[in-house]
């Protein structure tokens, strides 16, 4: 996907993977930054590490705690901090810059996809962890009307819900499966990436056909089995390809300074995510 969108950018950049361990990410982002790459992606477990890694934190990451982008940067002649492709030498002084850009791709996508409006909307959340805290978080600033959430341990569950009464009072949030009709199921768990996995609801708690609309942050397989279910009771449907894409779009368009190309983008994550 990023690789697709560099090329179409036409920059001569290069997109590649890296395994580091937790203990040895301060480190491995000190030597990206010596051997001044544009930025970097960090996926779990180093963005809830990184916050305390990086020389800098933009609000998007401190708002939503946790950093899955970084931007290299380095100061000008005027001692304005600049990203790294404004250089055509790059200074030795530089410093990282830590973003976050997936809350609002949560958003985008199920507002896109599925054509639900978040804001009063009545919303059960799955999952409580990482990705699931995220979600809580941004759903809870779109002004969502009610959130009910669940998780496999109760105190988690708890913890954020303590962390959402106290951020957005207006927001009706409580830790358990709602008795009546809402608009949105989101799936934050990692259940479903496995054919043999369970459902990550209770269907005889909560009926699936009592939502509108399920949205699974799992894309691979395409269809999981809590969005088979869903279908078969009318839901409308999405996983989270497009969350994938947007968050990666606007990582981007922090490195580059333009505007993605989204479409090219899209159609390298499908080839690669589906064979399509």
Known sequence: MQNAGIAALGLDWRYVAFDVHPEHLREAIAGAKEMKFIGLNLTVPHKVLALDLVDA?????????????????????????????????????????????????????????????????????????????????????????????????????????????????????????????????????????????SLPLDEAAFPLRNADAVYDMIYRPAETRLLSAAKAEGCRVANGLGMLLRQGARALEIWSGKPAPIEAMRRALEQNAYGK
């Open 57 to 197: 934190v933009d609000e998007s990451a401190r708002k939503w705690g946790a950093v899955n982008t970084i931007r290299f940067e380095a100061k000008d002649g005027n001692g304005t901090w600049q990203p790294l492709h404004a250089f055509d030498d790059v200074p030795d002084e530089s410093r990282s810059h830590g973003f976050n850009t997936d809350a609002d791709a949560i958003a985008q996508s199920i507002c896109e996809e599925l054509q639900v409006e978040l804001r009063g909307a009545r919303v059960l959340l799955l999952g409580a962890g990482g990705a699931g805290r995220a979600a809580a978080l941004k759903l809870a600033e779109e002004n969502v009307a009610e959130l009910h959430l669940v998780n496999r341990t109760q105190k988690k569950a708890d913890e954020l819900t303590r962390e959402i009464q106290k951020r957005f009072p207006n927001v009706r949030v409580q830790v358990g499966y709602p008795t009546h009709s809402i608009e949105l199921v989101l799936n934050a768990t990692s259940l479903g990436l496995k054919s043999d996995d």
